[in-house]
């Protein structure tokens, strides 16, 4: 029971240490690609990395979690509208 609620206790902060740790890596990488010129896109898109946009990734990932997680649904309609808000194009085939 002890190692169930230590488990529950740490997911939180695994979950921020993991999330700050790619932030960081996506911000250094734009920030890399903007300095040498290197305008490449990803997913068809050109996504800016700002820390705005890190946070409001962020914030739309804990609403879409807790959405999905009451109401027994996926993420997709708070993470499909946020892939569009920053930039990123869908794919029709």
């Known amino acids: 029971m002890l190692a169930l ?46 820390a705005v946009n890190l946070a409001f990734c962020a914030l739309c990932g804990i609403v879409g979690g807790v959405v999905g997680g009451l109401l027994g649904s996926g993420g997709g309609f708070i993470l499909g509208p946020l892939l569009l808000e920053i930039g990123v194009i869908p794919q029709v085939d």
């Open 5 to 50: 609620v230590i488990l529950f206790l740490f997911q939180f902060p695994i979950a921020l240490l993991v999330f700050g740790y790619e932030a960081v890596k996506l911000y250094k990488e734009h920030k890399r690609r903007v300095s040498t010129g290197n305008l490449e896109y990803i997913c068809g898109a050109s996504i800016e990395w700002t």
